[in-house]
């Protein structure tokens, strides 16, 4: 063969090279890569970056403040029921005390009495707070007067019936345990409640004022 001399074999080979040549051409262009190294390198905004970055530690915080507030409300709610249950069995075992008192017949302790009143006063106005008691509007029963000195027995045993009548109300007891059908039986249960709570406030601060008046007197 001399050289330059066009044959089919030097044919045939330039064929499959330029077959192969616009196969890896056209494969190129089918998935849109360029080849490593050609064109532009990526434009990088660190602006975006950072608001990306900002907004993510923005969420997080808020879930953090978000956790911290509901365990903070969960403290306040269990000491609440807490401070109510102590109350409610402060008020009951002063009344015992009062009952116990009376029935014995000992002479009336104007010091013991007002300590006994004044605690029974403040644990009664605690318990107002988480109850929020309001009775009907009475003229004839909104003026609680300071007892005489000869009713003063008469005002502890009202102040015991006060205290039984508001311990022993179902709206108290059977809280957790309403149903539809006695949703109104509960409204009515409540409301007496309420009352009895404020008398219970009213009276024994009255007690204890004429307690104090009469210890000094002694």
């Known amino acids: ?4 001399r066009f044959t089919v ?3 045939a080979s330039w064929v499959i090279a330029a077959t192969f040549a616009l196969s890896l051409a056209s494969q190129s262009l089918c998935h849109g890569q360029a080849p490593p190294g050609a064109g532009p390198p990526p434009v990088i905004n660190p602006r ?3 608001r990306q970055r900002q907004l993510a530690e923005g969420r997080l915080r808020s879930a953090e403040m978000d956790a911290a507030a509901e365990s903070e409300n969960k403290k306040h709610v269990e000491a ?3 401070n109510m ?3 409610f069995t402060r008020i009951q075992v002063i009344r015992n005390d009062i009952a116990r008192n009376l029935v014995a017949g000992k002479p009336l302790e104007y010091t013991l009495i007002a300590d006994q009143t004044a605690e029974i006063h403040k644990r009664a ?3 107002n707070v988480y109850m929020l008691a309001h009775a009907p509007e009475n003229k004839g029963e909104n003026n609680t007067s300071d007892p005489k000195k000869e009713e003063m027995i008469g005002a502890l045993v009202k102040l015991c019936k006060l205290i039984d009548s508001f311990t022993d109300n179902p709206a108290l007891k059977n809280a957790g345990m309403l149903d539809v059908k006695g949703v109104e039986k509960a409204k009515e249960d409540k409301a007496r409640a309420d009352k009895d709570l404020i008398e219970i406030i009213k009276l024994s601060e009255s007690v204890h004022k004429k307690s104090q008046e009469l210890k000094v007197s002694n």
């Open 85 to 87: 249950k102590e109350d």
């Open 80 to 82: 609440a029921i807490i």
């Open 48 to 50: 975006a970056e950072d």
């Open 1 to 4: 063969m001399k050289p330059g």
């Open 125 to 127: 106005s605690r318990l």
């Open 9 to 11: 074999a030097n044919l």
